[in-house]
T-cell receptor, first 115, second 111 residues
């Protein structure tokens, strides 16, 4: 059981470049999330998905897009990277929040720097 | 905006002492969770307490919840150097599919 994995682990982009972060989970979770974590702050939710083929906006969605074509994968895209998107990105997955198993399982993070 | 706010922002104690961290939140919740994050790593779930529960234990962890004050506390007893980490509370709001995290308490346990 690999849990939640993220690729890549590190990335440096120039302003205006695009990239996709990949998250994969092997726990058959319905829910998946993308967060960003900035120094001195907690995690802020970017987008999330309640199941295959569905996505929804979180707290800070601007500048990001997501797709959930397969249940086990959740992709986060940056179409035109900006320095303000320099951050550590975490993916997480969980069973439905309405069930008793509501804990989120987190990936190791992707450290992104936009120059 | 962030739902939970932890207090204190940083806490430094000696090994063997107890550590208490507090979390306050703003809206009605379904449940509240505590997570730990070691430096440079992802978050790890510690404990979940539901809105109809007042206290919960897990090993050296004790969590309390006061919904009337919209606050929770995490107590780590007999702390160890390995407990050094940042601790976050996260709230699940009714009729909402996401969770909101606080900014965290950075705990340092000195050997």
């Amino acid at each position: 059981n690999a849990g939640v994995t993220q690729t890549p682990k590190f990335r440096v982009l120039k302003t205006g470049q695009s990239m996709t972060l990949l998250c994969a989970q092997d726990m058959n979770h319905e829910y998946m999330y993308w967060y960003r974590q900035d120094p001195g702050m907690g995690l802020r939710l970017i987008h999330y998905s309640v199941g295959e083929g569905t996505t929804a906006k979180g707290e800070v969605p601007d500048g990001y897009n997501v797709s959930r074509l397969k249940k086990q994968n959740f992709l986060l895209g940056l179409e035109s990277a900006a320095p303000s998107q320099t951050s550590v990105y975490f993916c997480a997955s969980s069973y439905s929040p309405g069930t008793s198993k509501n804990e989120q399982f987190f990936g190791p993070g992707t450290r992104l720097t936009v120059l | 905006s962030q739902q939970g706010e932890e207090d204190p922002q940083a806490l430094s104690i000696q090994e063997g002492e107890n550590a208490t961290m507090n979390c306050s939140y703003k809206t009605s919740i379904n449940n509240l969770q505590w997570y730990r994050q070691n430096s440079g790593r992802g978050l790890v779930h510690l404990i979940l307490i539901r809105s109809n529960e007042r206290e919960k234990h897990s090993g050296r962890l004790r969590v309390t919840l006061d919904t009337s004050k919209k606050s929770s506390s995490l107590l780590i007893t007999a702390s160890r150097a390995a407990d050094t980490a940042s601790y976050f509370c996260a709230t699940a709001v009714y009729n909402n599919n996401d969770m909101r995290f606080g900014a965290g308490t950075r705990l340092t346990v000195k050997p």
